[in-house]
Nanobody, 116 residues
Framework: QVRLVESGGGLVQPGGSLRLSCAAS????????MNWYRQAPGKERELVAT????????NYADSVKGRFTISRDNAKNTVYLQMNSLKPEDTAVYYC?????????WGQGTQVTVSS
């Protein structure tokens, strides 16, 4: 059974930090590129960050460049999103996504709220 379980979301003040984790099971993790998406209320889901199978390449949305870092630990079947200098506009549900050819898996999401 394929599972992607996000954790680490919560309420944080502007300028603060959070680290999201996504634990994967049920598939060969290191075959999959991993992505973090987010969806704010009333907005479309957007791609935040992506990392290749062994972490050699990463890409970020312009809105988070220099503030967010995606990483992965293939030994632990886990992908992370370190979020620093958080802004109110980062408030959203954050989703973990695994992609390999036609296989595309999603987690249930974790809420991140940036507010004073």
């Amino acid at each position: 059974q394929v599972r992607l379980v996000e954790s680490g979301g919560g309420l944080v003040q502007p300028g603060g930090s959070l680290r999201l984790s996504c634990a994967a099971s049920g598939f060969t993790f290191n075959n999959y590129a991993m992505n973090w998406y987010r969806q704010a209320p009333g907005k479309e889901r957007e791609l935040v960050a992506t990392i290749t199978t062994f972490g050699r390449s990463t890409n970020y949305a312009d809105s988070v460049k220099g503030r967010f870092t995606i990483s992965r630990d293939n030994a632990k079947n886990t992908v992370y999103l370190q979020m620093n200098s958080l802004k109110p506009e980062d408030t959203a549900v954050y989703y973990c996504n695994a992609v390999f050819y036609l296989s595309n898996y999603w987690g249930q999401g974790t809420q991140v709220t940036v507010s004073s």
